[in-house]
């Protein structure tokens, strides 16, 4: 549950303007927990797309360019996820139906992101803000031999893993985000409706949420933490995040875990003990090592008994980049409510090679104090495709 990256935390803030519709949206938020990102602070105002959230439009986020607009552009309050698979036949059938559904998809989720919806649901009320992103799962990659990186490729199994494979994975991965939940429901089931009419079929969908904040403040997650505190600035995200120079540049990786969270045990710690565990203090984020929520981490200072500051199994310290060459992670997760038996986050983070969630993941796996807290029910990796030109359709490059 990676919780620091950069000092940047705006990245994952929305418009003031569109702030008071969030407050429809029940609490709860961006736990990253039990999986890799985090790490040291970064100049604030720098954010990956170059932009203060404050600075974010009131109209609609443009759906083409060279990189999807799911990435950087200023997190929504709601999320909802597809998984789609296609069907298993000859390579250069399959190669066409791949082609036939990115085409499919292409043309509803522009229309929805447009300052004029056709669709009359998305019409009469403000501007949908919708952010998508459409990605390949390795498996199809492999199978298809797409031009994909070579780092895409399933994740390891962990050792606390409990995952649902009919909840997991997927050849296609989109994820639609906005202000509310109306539009979210309406323009998932066009992209469900176009990818069906092509050939796919819905492997499973999952919906999320972040708690109404303030503009420019974090977030809390379902244990009452201060959640996204931060993340890589423009320029660390483009040699961490982002593809290298050449065909994969404004294309990235996305890691998908649904983490249950034991809401009720970690309450029941004494707010001493869970600072510890986590390596911040739960009262106003500030490391354990500092006294503000924006200090870095320093994951190396000691007490007069030589312990350390940030314990040795706190979740900040064992996801810390300076554990890890310094790699960090851009973190857009958001918190799940499937009842009361169900709660959770889904972590979504995009990074250029997956190896470095698999590093950051075996060292939490191993010592994380809050494992006792989370399970790790379902996963998904996939190759987040670069933008479609007003002209092209998404995925054009898979085929060269």
Known sequence: ???????????????????????????????????????????????????????????????????????????????????????????????????????????????????????????????????????????????LRLGVPASLTELPSFPDDRLDPRRSDGDLLVQLCAVDRWTLTVVAELVAAAAHGAGATTRWTQSGFLPHTAPGTTPRNLFGAKDGTANPDRTAAERWVWGPPGAHRNGTVLVYRRIHMDVAGFAALPEAHRDRAMGRRMRDGAPLSGSAEHDEPDVYAKNPNGSYVIPATAHVRLASPRLDRGARMLRRSYSYDDGPADRGLLFCAFMRDPEQFTRVQNRLSARDALNPFLEHRASAVAYVLPGAPRTATLGEQLWT
């Open 1 to 143: 549950m990676p919780t620091d990256q950069g000092k940047e935390q705006d990245s994952a803030r929305p418009s003031a303007r569109v702030g008071r519709r969030r407050a429809l949206l029940a609490g709860g938020a961006v736990l990253a927990a039990g999986i890799g990102a985090a790490g040291g602070e970064l100049a604030r105002g720098d954010r990956a797309d170059g932009r203060s959230s404050d600075d974010a439009p009131a109209g609609p986020i443009p759906f083409h360019g060279p990189r999807q607009s799911g990435v950087t552009t200023p997190q929504q309050p709601a999320t909802q996820l597809l998984s789609l698979d296609l069907p298993r036949t000859s390579a250069t059938a399959d190669r066409k139906t791949l082609r036939d559904v990115l085409g499919a998809l292409t043309g509803p989720l522009a229309a929805a992101a447009s300052g004029a919806p056709p669709d009359p649901r998305l019409q009469g009320g403000e501007t949908t803000r919708l952010t998508s992103l459409v990605g390949v799962g390795p498996a199809l990659a492999a199978r």
